[in-house]
């Protein structure tokens, strides 16, 4: 089992949905979540951190953590074209992993 | 306040060639990292330094792979020798902090192995 896995995608949404992005990981003790959003060609960048069960707001996005079940999910609200991205999911646990990645595209 | 710069941007070289890798982090950052992103996945965590001492380097093929940051400032990667599989994007970060939600990244170095 990979430590830290995501569909792959693409996930292709229209302009203005919702976008939902979603992550498993192994470790049952990691404690740090992370979403980074990385533009073709271009390197990783932090958008959301996330702790603790529940969810945690930030402009558009929405991260949703729940380690019962080992699951942890970003939402887009009012999805744009500039939105469109690989998604990586990363998690501290043991080590600091990255998943593969979702591709989203979304649709004018 | 200057990024994290890496160099080459693009490198080409055959199987069993040699290649390293420069690079420079945000002024005053202790920690260090180097990301290996091989197309379609993820990055992966090579070697983290504080200053000039390796905090991880669990994930670094140490065969071929060898790192290191002298003076705590600039670093260098380096394969030798280079195998097919290596092709990659070879990212580096750096954060004041040790933190990882606090590290920056470089623009990256794509290195074809032929």
């Known amino acids: 089992q990979k430590e830290v896995e995501q569909n792959s995608g693409p996930l292709s949404v229209p302009e203005g949905a919702i976008a939902s992005l979603n992550c498993t990981y192994s470790?049952?003790?990691?404690?740090?979540f992370f979403w980074y959003r990385q533009y073709s060609g271009k390197s990783p960048e932090l958008i959301m951190s996330i702790y603790s069960n529940g969810d945690k707001e930030d402009g558009r996005f929405t991260a949703q953590l729940n380690k019962a079940s080992q699951y942890v999910s970003l939402l887009i609200r009012d999805s744009q074209p500039s939105d469109s991205a690989t998604y990586l999911c990363a998690v501290i646990g043991q080590n600091f992993v990255f998943g593969p990645g979702t591709r989203l595209s979304v649709l004018p | 306040e200057a990024g994290v710069a890496q160099s080459p941007r693009y490198k080409i070289i055959e199987k069993r060639q040699s290649v390293a890798f420069w690079c420079n982090p945000i002024?005053?950052?202790?920690?260090l990292y180097w990301y290996q992103q091989i197309l379609g996945q993820g990055p992966k965590l090579l070697i983290q330094?504080?200053?000039?001492?390796?905090?991880?380097d669990s994930q670094l093929p140490k065969d071929r792979f060898s790192a290191e940051r002298l003076k705590g400032v600039d670093s260098t990667l380096k394969i030798q020798p280079a195998k097919l599989e290596d092709s990659a994007v070879y990212l580096c970060?750096?954060?004041?902090?040790?933190?990882?939600?606090?590290?920056?990244f470089g623009p990256g170095t794509r290195l074809t192995v032929l």
């Open positions: 002024s005053g950052h202790a920690t």
């Open positions: 330094f504080q200053n000039n001492g390796v905090v991880d």
């Open positions: 970060a750096s954060s004041p902090s040790g933190l990882v939600n606090e590290q920056f």
């Open positions: 470790d049952r003790g990691s404690q740090s």
